[in-house]
């Protein structure tokens, strides 16, 4: 249960990238072969798609996979590093705090609003950025946490 959980991120979004895919290519030989689609596999894939991309970016950050800018960090005297790197995760918690409220303020005006297939709640698409950016949150609040007990080892 606990692998589970380590790897939520990667395992829906994983879910999400093969089911979107499936659905897709099912899709694309239906049209070809037999002139017919399915009609919400086009709507099932965009919202497995939105899933995959913020997901994706949680599980990326969360593993340090993301492209980082660390010119002003490199030019920067040693000492002065550890101070850089929690002022650095502190902007970057207030920043993805902020989304992450502003996604669910988003979700919950987009409850009422139903997709143009389905007829589900847009909430279910919209969703995903609470889910992704409430992630990448809680891993901010981790390497801000590892950052200061760092810099407290050392004192």
Request: charged share 15%; glycine share 6%; net charge positive.
């Given at each position: ?5 380590k ?11 093969v ?18 689609t399915?009609?919400?596999?086009e709507e ?25 800018i660390d ?32 996604a669910?303020?988003?979700?919950r005006?987009?409850?009422e ?17 609470i ?24 004192i």
């Amino acid at each position: 249960m606990k692998t589970l959980l380590k790897y939520f991120d990667e395992i829906i979004c994983g879910t999400a990238l093969v089911t979107m895919i499936t659905l897709v290519i099912i899709n694309v030989f239906l049209r070809y072969l037999f002139s017919y689609t399915i009609s919400w596999a086009e709507e099932v894939a965009t919202i497995c798609f939105v899933w995959c991309v913020f997901l994706g970016a949680s599980a990326t950050y969360k593993h340090k996979l993301d492209m980082g800018i660390d010119f002003f960090i490199s030019r920067v005297p040693e000492k002065f590093s550890s101070t850089v790197k929690i002022c650095t995760g502190l902007l970057l918690l207030v920043i993805n705090g902020y989304i992450f409220v502003m996604a669910i303020i988003f979700t919950r005006i987009a409850w009422e609003k139903p997709t143009a297939v389905l007829g589900v709640s847009s909430s279910v698409v919209n969703s995903a950025l609470i889910v992704g950016f409430g992630l990448v949150t809680l891993y901010t609040l981790q390497f801000l946490y590892r950052d200061v007990k760092s810099i407290e080892r050392q004192i």
